[in-house]
């Protein structure tokens, strides 16, 4: 559980700020952000968090400032589960290609709350491509 703090300024090929797999235990895990920051982070997906297994739960905190292929500020695939909630931003990030604020695919997106602002995509969507489920509560 994160409730304060930042992650902010690496890199990764997925995941710069949080990376969740599957394997290993990871596609049950759960990662709870109720605070903190995750900023100016850079990847081939998920500048800011990729789930690619397990759920990350967010409903308060930042998201902001991020860079990547594709989900700029979050990446969400094969399985796994990204939930904003509450007063939770995604803001300011910025995609190469698809989804400047958040992209997924085969993965649920579910948006009960928060915030998806201020993103950048070069190419195709803007806000958020989740493929094949997006709720909204």
Not at 53 to 59: A, D, K, L, R, V
Not at 69 to 84: D, R, W
């Amino acid at each position: 559980t994160m409730l304060d703090g930042s992650i902010m300024g690496n890199t990764a090929s997925k995941g710069g700020g949080v990376a969740m797999f599957q394997g290993g235990g990871f596609d049950t895990a759960t990662f709870t952000m109720r605070g903190g920051s995750i900023t100016g982070n850079k990847a081939g997906g998920g500048g800011g968090v990729c789930v690619g297994g397990g759920t990350f739960n967010m409903s308060d905190g930042g998201i902001a400032g991020n860079t990547a292929q594709s989900g700029g500020g979050v990446c969400a695939e094969n399985g796994g589960t990204f939930t904003l909630s509450g007063t939770a931003r995604i803001d300011g990030n910025t995609a190469y290609v698809d989804g400047g604020g958040a992209y997924g695919y085969n993965s649920i997106f579910n948006m009960q709350g928060g915030f998806i602002t201020g993103f950048h995509t070069c190419e195709h969507i803007a806000c958020y491509e989740v493929f094949p489920l997006v709720r909204r509560a």
